[in-house]
């Protein structure tokens, strides 16, 4: 049987994996369809219909400017989505590549990366982020790239082991004999290899980019009113918490949800994967 195939059936039989397989897949359904499962826009008002409760057409409620609740909850999993996504990208270009440079030349290049590196990882993540977020000026496109830069250094760590334990292999050396460039060796002998701990890390990593993202948006440094951020929203309902609780309750819940969703899709993975823990 092909290896990928017994890969896929082994994923798919795996219950946190199968669970969180189709908690995420909710998540798209909700992001791609958002349009058509929604009664009106995010940001469409009636100020004669503020705070109501749920129930009838608002399932949700309504905010303090009689927004429905549903509608916004809806909307936001589209930036979950986008925030997370761009965010791991970006995470997984910066930490693969000086993880790979630093494990396969090591010497100076190892130790220039490896300190950067342990300056990343020394700092408070949040802190660091907010920092730079403040410097570049609030707006999701700057948290995206804050966290980013913040949270390359434990993939990068784990590349650049993954690649020192890699790189005396004797593939790599009968193709180091062959005449393969570095750039070649690394592309075609080295990551290829050392995929699976990447996958994982990079699937662990989509809830944390997401916390991340809702945190700075609560603080007010990320999306900026009237996005449907959830945490915008969260910002929004505080101030309401005592006479209209549903404002906070159902993005918290969608969070709960989404981050849920990930790292049982993180864990199953990882699961999967390691042959160590394999059943």
Not at 27 to 48: E, H, I, K, N
Not at 55 to 62: A, C
Not at 145 to 158: F, Q
Request: overall charge positive.
């Amino acid at each position: 049987m092909n290896p990928l195939y017994q890969s896929i059936i082994r994923a798919v039989k795996h219950p946190m994996f199968a669970a969180g397989l189709i908690i995420f897949l909710t998540v798209v359904f909700a992001a791609v369809f958002a349009d058509s499962l929604t009664p009106r826009g995010y940001s469409d008002m009636d100020l004669g219909d503020r705070l109501a409760p749920p129930g009838g057409t608002q399932p949700f409620g309504t905010d303090q400017y009689g927004r429905c609740l549903y509608s916004r909850v809806i909307y936001g999993s589209r930036i979950a989505l986008r925030v997370g996504l761009v965010v791991v990208a970006i995470q997984a270009a910066i930490g693969v590549t000086l993880g790979l440079l630093a494990g396969y030349f090591g010497r100076w290049v190892d130790r220039f990366i490896s300190f950067a590196a342990d300056v990343t990882w020394a700092m408070p993540p949040l802190v660091f982020a907010m920092a730079i977020v403040m410097a570049l000026g609030p707006g999701l496109d700057n948290v995206i790239v804050a966290i980013a830069v913040v949270s390359w250094a434990a993939l990068a760590r784990v590349v650049r082991s993954k690649t020192q334990s890699v790189k005396n292999m004797l593939y790599v050396e009968a193709a180091r004999a062959m005449g393969r460039t570095d750039a070649g060796i690394i592309t075609r002998h080295i990551l290829p290899n050392i995929l699976s701990p990447i996958i994982v890390l990079m699937s662990l990593a989509l809830p944390a980019a997401i916390l991340s993202t809702t945190a700075l948006s609560f603080l007010g440094l990320g999306s900026q009113p009237p996005a449907p951020d959830w945490g915008v929203i969260l910002n929004e309902g505080v101030n309401f918490i005592e006479v209209a609780p549903w404002i906070s309750v159902f993005p918290g819940l969608a969070i709960v949800w989404t981050v849920l969703g990930f790292n049982l899709l993180g864990v199953g993975l990882r699961d999967v994967l390691d042959p160590r823990l394999r059943g």
